[in-house]
Every structure is written in C-alpha cells, then in structure tokens.
C-alpha cells in the first residue's frame, strides 16, 4: 500500500500525543501514512516512548523549516488555534496538501481567505474534526435518521465537565476560549443533526466560571429554523454532575446516549388508535374526573459500542481513513469544508452576542 509521507507542525497534546502517536501506532494508518517531518521548538517533544520512526525522520526547530522540506506530501497543521488559517495558507503556498487541526478559525472571513488559496493553489485541504467518527455520535444518528423516533422536535449535545484552566486555551487572542477548544467537537455533531444548513435563529450565553485567561468556559447554545429540529448545545466547565451527550426528542419516541451506550424507546403509530381533542372534561368511571392514558407499548433498544469505539484513538483512526481514502483516490472527504464553515459561522454569532473584554496581550506568539 502506497504510504502517505507526513509532516507534523506542532509536537504537543495533539501534534505530538494525537497526530504523530496514531500514525506511528495504530496499524491501520502505519501502512497508510509515514511520518518523515515534525516541527517543534522544545526538542524533548521530538521522541515518541515506544516506536520505530521511519528512517527518513526529520526534526525540526521551526515550523518554517519543515516548509522547506519538499519531499513531505501532507502537513498535519497542529499549531495552536490562532496560527491555523496563516500556518494554513502558507503551507498550501508552499505547495503542500494540509489537514488543519480545529479550530479552523474564529470568523467566517478567515475561513473564506483560505478557500481563495484552496481554489488557488489546488491543494487538499481538510480540518481534523475527528468527532465525526465518535461512534456514539454516529449511531445516535443514525437511529434519528432512520425514523423509528418520527419528526425530530429537538436534539441535546452536553461536553460538559468540572475544572480550573489557565493554559492558553483560556486566551481570546489565541482563538481559545471553551466554544473554539472543545465547542467544534460537539458543533461539528451539530451541524449534522440539525441537517446541512444555517441556523434562522441563534442564542448564546457564555461566562467565564473557573477559568484565569479572558475567554468564555460556559456556552448555552439554542439554534433553530423552520423544517429543523431545536439543538441545544452545552459546553461548560462548570458542571459537576454531567448527564448524557445526547438526548433526542422525537414524536414516536426519544434516545440517550452516554459513555459506551445508545438508548432509544418508541412506540409504532400503526399500532396506535386514532385520537382527537376533546372540549368537554374527561369522564371517567362514573363522570369521575380524569386525565388523558392510553395504552402504548414502547419498544426498547439499546446499543453497546465496543471499549475500543469510546477512545479518541478509534476516532482519529476512522478519520484518517477516511482522509486516505480522499486523498488517494480524489473522492470527498467526510468532513467537508462547506460544514466547518456552517460550524464557524454559528461560532462567530455566539461571540458576537456575548463579548468579553480582552486582558492579556500575547504579542506575536506562535
Ligand atoms: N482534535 C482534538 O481532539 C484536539 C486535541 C488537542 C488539541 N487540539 C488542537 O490542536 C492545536 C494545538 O493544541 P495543543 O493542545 O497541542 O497545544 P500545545 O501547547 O500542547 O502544543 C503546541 C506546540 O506548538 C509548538 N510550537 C510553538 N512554536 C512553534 C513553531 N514555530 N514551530 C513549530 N511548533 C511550534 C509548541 O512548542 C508546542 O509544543 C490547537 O488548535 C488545539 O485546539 C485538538
């Protein structure tokens, strides 16, 4: 199998322990891929525990050099978030295919100042939104797509969890901030439920809870538009008690899911007499007051995914088949840029209602 030769920009949480571990490890993508480049200031990130690298590795210093190095066919851009769309165009300047880590960026304009140098250059481009291959997301939607639920009313997707952050994905300047860090996971998801198209009506509230940088750590997100289901979205570092990922209003029936499991309950309409509404009070035995009951058997089921499903590993893995797939053969990608622009667009609206005052300066740091 023809091998993808790779370089990495970025050696950290995920150029380092995501992008370079699964091409080096999961032997899936070992004979698809091979990492000949990476790119990393602080050198002791240059070693990886436990692997073989190819022969033809280069470490470099400096993302620029790695630029220079024509024998690399796909840069991994995994620079941190306010770098990805200048990191981005220059790679695709230099001549290189690109897969850019999410966020793809902050306002819809940067993004369209890529697709000039897309279209220009001609090059591939894709943005790591690994989260589409979540298993758990998957199959809840494909038991939403196939009916059994009935119009669908409304979807929840909670990323919610408890903690402190001071890194710098707590700075505004960076790109960062809760809804830019792990908001594109579950947006991404979103735009999928809700169904390809924009929003008619957005609200968003955010605040900064247990965060020490300057950008937001709690969203409540409400999207809607007519023939859509609502979405309600949260992504918090305030809940100490986070419930299911999704849950799925339907007009049959309903579906959780959390963990390694999918539930789901509905009831068939055929099986169902007809109803209509009725003016006068309910009588019961004997005139009694009363309220409305009616038999109804909900069937129940429910979906285990495997342990290897519920692990980032499995997610990455999926995507970058996907990607080899595109790649080699010219067919699109799952994750279309068409989507990830729909994501930022909702991204750029949640901002705009709820600006924040910016306290840290980061200079011209990469
Ligand atoms: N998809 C996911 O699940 C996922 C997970 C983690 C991070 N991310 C994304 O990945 C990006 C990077 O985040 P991170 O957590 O790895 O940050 P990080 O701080 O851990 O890593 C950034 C790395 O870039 C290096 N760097 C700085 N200057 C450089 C230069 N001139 N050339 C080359 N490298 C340079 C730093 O030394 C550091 O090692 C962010 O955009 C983040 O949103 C995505």
């Not at 525990?49 to 630029?67: A, F, N």
């Not at 700075?171 to 924009?198: K, W, Y």
């Amino acid at each position: 199998m023809r091998r993808i030769k790779v370089g990495i920009i970025g050696q950290g949480r995920s150029g380092r322990n995501i992008h370079r571990h699964l091409f080096e490890t999961m032997p899936a993508l070992r004979e698809r891929y091979e990492v000949i480049a990476i790119a990393d200031p602080i050198v002791e990130r240059h070693s990886l525990d436990g692997i073989t690298p190819s022969p033809e590795l280069r470490c470099y210093t400096d993302y620029k050099q790695l630029l220079a190095d024509k024998r690399i066919e796909l840069v991994v851009n995994a620079s941190r978030s306010h770098k990805h769309i200048d990191i981005s165009i220059e790679a695709l300047e230099a001549g290189f295919n690109v897969i850019c880590e999410k966020p793809l960026a902050r306002k819809v304009a940067d993004v369209e100042r890529l697709e000039e140098v897309i279209k220009k250059t001609g090059k591939f481009f894709a943005v790591f939104q690994q989260s589409r291959f979540r298993p758990l997301f998957r199959k809840s939607l494909e038991v939403m797509n196939s009916g059994v639920l009935g119009r669908i009313v409304m979807v929840k997707v909670a990323y919610n969890c408890f903690g402190r952050r001071w890194d710098w994905q707590t700075i505004q300047d960076m790109c960062a901030g809760e809804l830019l860090n792990t908001g594109p996971h579950p947006l991404d998801q979103v735009v999928q439920f809700f169904g390809d198209a924009d929003p008619e009506q957005i609200f968003c509230k955010m605040d900064r809870a247990n965060t020490f940088g300057d950008a937001e750590d709690h969203i409540k997100l409400i999207i809607s538009g007519k023939g859509h289901p609502t979405i309600d979205v949260e992504v918090s570092r305030c809940c100490a008690f986070p419930g299911n990922t999704y849950e799925i209003y339907g007009t049959c029936g309903g579906l959780k899911a959390v963990g390694t499991e999918v539930s789901w309950k509905y009831f068939r309409p055929q099986d169902m007499g007809e109803q209509k509404a009725i003016i006068e009070p309910l009588r019961g035995e004997g005139a009694m007051p009363v309220y409305c009951s009616e038999d109804m058997h909900l069937y129940e089921e429910k979906w285990v995914a495997p342990a290897f499903a519920n692990s980032f590993d499995c997610w990455g893995t999926d995507y970058y088949k996907d990607i080899y797939e595109a790649f080699t053969t010219g067919r699109p990608t799952e994750v279309k840029l068409e989507q990830v622009k729909r994501q930022i667009r909702i991204i750029e609206e949640c901002h705009r209602q709820n600006p924040f005052p910016k306290t840290i300066d980061i200079g011209d740091t990469i």
